[in-house]
């Protein structure tokens, strides 16, 4: 059975994967489904990374993933506080309204067990600061799809500098106006156009894999 | 230093027909938003007033010294991006005056709508019906519609004193753009997945009327080039059997029907499309010019189609924003020296001129573009 729900999942089956959920949610430990799904996204992000899937299956599960989470939400409170494997803090920054790729991200992170602390679009320096003070994450993220944005990206990450907070956390960039150059002028330790790549990067920061 | 044998018009086709021109032809993509930034205007004067939007154009044009072509004449306002089938936020209104407007990712168009336009075609539902779900309260659409006729003819004016080849007047979105756009991304890949015979006798009727309002309007016009727009296809997003039943089999109809009228189709493709670049070889030679944003490797690009199809781009937006004169000046070079040293190749901007580029930069673009092969 719970091959079935990974596979579904896995295969886009929508209809099947959703009611096979509904179903299990009232009689099973939740925590064991939603692990069913997030496996299933593993999958879904290896079959990315071997090119056999594109973004639309990423978007795909993604979007059923999210549905799977909203049916779980109340057992899962029922049942006791989640364990995450980091933290992350996500902000597309003042002038750029554009939320696409960085719900796709949020969406993946959270099928792979990050906390995400998605801030929105539109969102002021000081409001990127304040989270990373509060929440300190290991990973910030910064989405950009126009170039009238790197200022206010700048302003945030010197502040962060500032504040002393910039060597605890890892700074990621992305999005279709990015590229190296964005990541050298923000001083960011990562860049990237490609969500699962973006994803494969914050499963190594989590992972101890970066920290020479 | 300069030894052109050829007008402007000589050298830009002399590339399309893949021939080699005197010297590279230029050709920015300088829409208002960064012409605004090239001549001192706010976003919030060029995206709100159509006049002011040409004006900056213009006035970059010349400050700037000019260049081969202008394939976009008529410039993207707070008028012709409602075409794009979406809701916009302008700076002025809904962001700050220097912020340039953007559209809203949203499901303006719905799943029982496809039922309208498989029935009544899209241009009929996007008149009668769309616009008026997009249009914002203070929009008075036929004043709107009434200044795109105004703004044609003065562009056409305008572009006509200058020594600039100004070919496209005739446009549209591929369809499949269209219903990305208006249906919003994620639905509109749910629809391909969960329910594709709509999607497909959509396509069907939409490509129909794309390739007779492109006709009509270019021989209107009497252009020689149509524009047309796609940047949600490529293998950055979908697997191949998806872009091939999808896009590609509308895209060959569209090629086709416009090379027989003998207009060629200048494809303004963003995002990544290196997984797809190998079936553009299926076209007739020399039948499009393919614009790369500078997300798509041109370099790998020019060897599946050099000698077959003519590229345009790529100078990444990020580049000309935060790069130095220099490194733009470095790029444009190997753009001349690895895609056009035997010709193929109109060099542009990534996308659009962006709306944060460092004046010092656009000019290491045209001088280099201009100068560089006669300085060897």
Redesign the interface.
């Known amino acids: 059975m719970a091959e079935q729900l990974t596979n579904l999942l896995v295969d886009?089956k929508?209809e099947k994967f959703l009611s096979q959920l509904k179903d299990r949610a009232t009689k099973e430990d939740p925590v064991k489904i939603l692990d069913e799904c997030k496996r299933g996204m593993e999958i879904v992000g290896e079959r990315f990374e071997k090119g056999e899937?594109?973004?639309?299956?990423l978007?795909?599960s993604g979007?059923l993933f999210k549905e799977a989470s909203a049916i779980l939400e109340p057992y899962l409170l029922e049942s006791g506080a989640q364990e995450y494997r980091g933290t992350i803090v996500l902000a597309t920054l003042k002038?750029?309204?554009?939320?696409?790729g960085k719900d796709i991200f949020a969406t993946l992170a959270r099928a792979h067990g990050f906390e995400v602390h998605d801030l929105g679009v539109d969102v002021p320096a000081s409001t990127v600061v304040d989270k990373v003070k509060e929440v300190q994450p290991n990973i910030l993220g910064y989405s950009c799809l126009?170039?009238?944005s790197?200022?206010p990206m700048k302003e945030a990450t010197e502040e962060i500098e500032r504040e002393g907070l910039r060597e605890k956390l890892k700074l990621t960039v992305g999005g279709?106006?990015?590229?190296e150059?964005?990541k050298?002028?923000l001083n960011a330790d990562f860049q990237t156009?490609d969500a699962a790549e973006g994803i494969n990067y914050c499963l190594k920061v989590v992972g101890g894999e970066l920290n020479e | 230093m300069s030894r052109e044998t050829m007008n402007v018009e000589e050298r830009v086709w002399a590339a399309i027909n893949l021939e080699k021109p005197d010297r590279l032809p230029v050709a920015p993509d300088c829409q208002p938003a960064g012409a605004a930034k090239l001549t001192g205007r706010t976003q919030s004067v060029v995206a709100n007033d159509p006049e002011e939007a040409l004006n900056a154009e213009l006035e970059a044009f010349d400050k700037y010294g000019g260049w081969d072509m202008y394939h976009m004449a008529v410039p993207s306002t707070n008028i012709n991006t409602l075409f794009l089938g979406m809701k916009v936020k302008l700076p002025g209104r809904e962001l700050l005056d220097n912020e340039p407007y953007q559209v809203v990712e949203e499901e303006v168009v719905k799943l029982e709508d496809y039922n309208n336009i498989i029935e009544g075609g899209w241009q009929n539902f996007f008149m009668n019906d769309l616009l008026y779900r997009i249009a914002h309260e203070s929009d008075n659409i036929p004043e709107l519609i009434n200044k795109i006729q105004e703004i044609v003819q003065k562009a056409f004016q305008e572009w006509a004193k200058r020594d600039t080849y100004v070919p496209c007047w005739a446009g549209d979105l591929h369809p499949f753009f269209k219903l990305s756009l208006t249906r919003s991304m994620i639905k509109f890949t749910e629809d391909l997945y969960y329910r594709p015979e709509i999607v497909e006798k959509a396509l069907d009727r939409m490509v129909q009327e794309t390739i007779k309002t492109v006709i009509d309007k270019v021989r209107a016009t009497g252009s020689k080039i149509a524009w047309l727009c796609e940047e949600r296809a490529g293998g950055f997003f979908y697997p191949l059997p998806i872009f091939e039943k999808y896009w590609w089999k509308y895209t060959v109809q569209i090629v086709d029907a416009l090379w027989s009228e003998g207009i060629i189709s200048l494809w303004h493709l963003d995002t990544s499309w290196d997984k797809n670049v190998h079936y553009f070889k299926k076209l007739p030679k020399g039948s499009v010019i393919l614009h790369f944003d500078g997300t798509t490797d041109i370099f790998a690009a020019k060897k599946e189609l050099g000698g077959h199809l003519c590229l345009m781009g790529d100078v990444h937006p990020s580049l000309l924003s935060l790069g130095k004169p220099e490194d733009v000046e470095n790029y444009v070079k190997r753009l001349i020296d690895e895609v056009s040293y035997d010709g193929g190749l109109i060099l542009s901007t990534g996308c659009n001129v962006p709306a944060a580029i460092k004046p010092d930069n656009f000019k290491a673009l045209v001088d280099t573009g201009k100068n560089y092969e006669f300085s060897k």
């Open positions: 886009l929508n899937y594109f973004l639309a299956e978007m795909l979007q002038g750029d309204i554009h939320d696409l126009i170039t009238t790197f200022e279709g106006a990015t590229d150059f964005t050298k002028y156009t």
